[in-house]
Each structure stands twice: as C-alpha cells, then as structure tokens.
C-alpha cells in the first residue's frame, strides 16, 4: 500500500502499512552440543522466539542477538542462528528459512563475546503469521549462549 500525499499519518495508517514489531529475549544460560542447528538448547530449552505478521512488502529485519562462550575449546567454533516458519505456533510449521552460518552469530573460542545480526529477510506473504526462534551449533565441545534476543524489524517497500 503506497500512502497517497496529503494523507494524515497516524500510528494506525503506518502499523497497517508496516506491521508489528516483534522481539522476545531469554536471559538463562543455554548450551549445545550439537553440531548440526538444534532448536533445543541443553541447559535451558527456551530459545528466544516470537510471532509476527509479514508486512504489505513482505520484507523484515531480523535482529540475532547472543553473549557466545565455548566452555571446552579454543578452537572451536560456535553459531546461533534462526529459523523461520509459517504459522503462529512457535516450533511448527513449514520451514519458510532455515538456520544457516550465514545468517548467524558466530564466535571461536573460549573468550566471551556479545555480537548481533542484522538480516534482511524478503519474499513473505503480506498479512501471513510466521514464527521465528532461534537455533544453535558448534564445531565440537560445549557452547554457551546467554542474553539471547531475536526481534522483528518490518520494512516498508
């Protein structure tokens, strides 16, 4: 929807244009093992995820954020990246996006570090309910991942 000059701008007018935003954090330490991306993190299976509402462009921002450590390894590295699906509960649906290195977190070793992504992500229906949650790997070992955040940005076209 374009909003035609002269036309009053108001929160309403701007949310059916843009959409929502959406965020959910998780403060509790959380590990994996896995080496291929998990949903299900070891110490604390909440991983940060919320629900949206694909705006009129069918185009958002996703913002990953995680404190990452990896407990047994120098070496070794680990990622905590996202998943996108279709429907509003959290988990289920068709796989619209799936984790990818690319779209991650990414850390090596053992020193701490607090990092985020932006990414932007095209191509979803307007007006359709997807869900997003984060999910995590590593190359070996145990990684750790703490304050995790993930939220949605709409964008207009």
Do not use: C, K, W
Request: proline fraction near 3%.
């Amino acid at each position: 929807m374009t909003v035609p000059a002269g036309v009053r701008l108001s929160a309403q007018l701007l949310n059916s244009v843009l959409g929502m935003s959406a965020s959910d954090s998780q403060n509790t330490i959380a590990t994996t093992i896995q080496t291929i991306y998990n949903e299900t993190l070891l110490t604390s299976n909440t991983p940060a995820a919320t629900t949206f509402v694909a705006p009129q462009s069918g185009i958002v921002f996703v913002i990953n954020r995680a404190y990452v450590d990896h407990q047994t390894s120098t070496t070794a590295r680990s990622y905590i990246s996202f998943v996108i699906r279709q429907g509003a509960v959290i988990g289920s649906g068709t796989v619209f996006l799936a984790a990818a290195d690319a779209n991650a977190v990414e850390h090596v070793g053992q020193n701490d570090l607090t990092a985020a992504t932006a990414v932007r992500v095209t191509g979803l229906t307007p007006g359709v309910t997807y869900n997003i949650r984060q999910s995590a790997r590593t190359t070996s070992g145990t990684a750790e991942f703490q304050n995790r955040f993930i939220g949605i940005i709409p964008v207009a076209a």
